[in-house]
């Protein structure tokens, strides 16, 4: 590994044209027989003479040197300003988001416009979560979790920023012409249900439960968005989140709010609490939405 004050001394070198007048335009005290000893050991280093006497007290690259210059100007050029964005977070990074993908379709353009006028070359990558664990941010495979976590461990950081209402959907053919449908008379098409074994089908299947329903078929999906194309298909019917009091909107399908007094559940944010420093995590939280 070639050394840093190596480079930079021989850089001093080379653009001031000599060691006498390198010492003179240094920013920090050091002597002729210094730099010298710097080249020198930077050339034994790479194994090639980097710069030649061409006059009394003038140097001029060779040129492997000229090569070596060329690469190394602009990035010792850049070197001072990226250490003082380093220190004052003027830098846009990469942040890596899962959330469910009602709100990724729902609440998180907006958020995402916000970030991006302040951060317009931020890095942001979205990934759609299907199963809330929240070892996702203590491997660092997530930044920010967006979804509905019930139980917040004591590492994690949260905060609450929406919230979803129960819903129950059916095809539009199956809506009576008054009132809500009788969850019996839905008990001849298939449940749409999440995934078994998911907090989200352990949900819904109590609710049913609630009201002495227990389905004779199900189809499992991943998504609230895949099982509302399903309810549009008229391929079931089910219970969902939903943003929108009123529920979900879709041509051929028909929303009813759930329970009573009305079911619905917070949507946090969450991150590790000892994570880095990150600016773009921070300008993530600072410009997140509240109820």
Not at 50 to 61: A, C, F, H, I, Y
Request: hydrophobic fraction near 40%; charge should be positive; aromatic fraction near 6%.
């Amino acid at each position: 590994m070639i050394d840093l004050n190596r480079l930079a001394g021989f850089h001093l070198v080379a653009t001031s044209g000599g060691y006498a007048k390198a010492a003179r335009a240094a920013s920090y005290p050091i002597s002729q027989p210094a730099l010298h000893q710097q080249v020198r050991k930077l050339e034994r280093e790479v194994g090639v003479t980097l710069l030649e006497r061409v006059g009394k007290d003038t140097m001029r690259p060779t040129p492997a040197g000229q090569r070596l210059l060329e690469f190394v100007s602009p990035w010792l050029r850049d070197l001072p300003r990226i250490v003082e964005s380093l220190r004052t977070g003027d830098y846009d990074g990469a942040l890596s988001i899962h959330a469910e993908s009602l709100l990724i379709r729902n609440l998180l353009p907006q958020w995402l416009r916000a970030v991006r006028k302040r951060r317009p070359n931020a890095s942001i990558g979205l990934q759609e979560l299907v199963h809330v664990d929240v070892d996702l941010l203590r491997s660092g495979v997530a930044d920010v979790l967006i979804a509905h976590i019930p139980d917040i461990p004591s590492d994690i950081a949260s905060q609450v920023i929406a919230k979803v209402y129960a819903c129950l959907v059916v095809p539009r053919e199956h809506r009576p012409k008054r009132g809500r449908p009788k969850l019996e008379s839905l008990t001849d098409m298939p449940f749409l249900g999440y995934p078994s074994g998911t907090r989200q089908q352990t949900l819904q299947l109590q609710a049913l439960l609630m009201h002495g329903i227990t389905p004779s078929s199900m189809i499992t999906l991943d998504t609230a968005d895949t099982i509302l194309g399903y309810v549009e298909s008229g391929l079931g019917w089910s219970l969902v989140p939903s943003l929108d009091p009123q529920g979900p909107k879709g041509r051929r399908l028909t929303a009813y709010p759930w329970g009573s007094p009305r079911v619905t559940f917070d949507v946090v944010m969450a991150w590790r609490k000892d994570a880095p420093e990150h600016p773009l995590l921070d300008e993530w939280i600072a410009t997140a939405p509240s109820l």
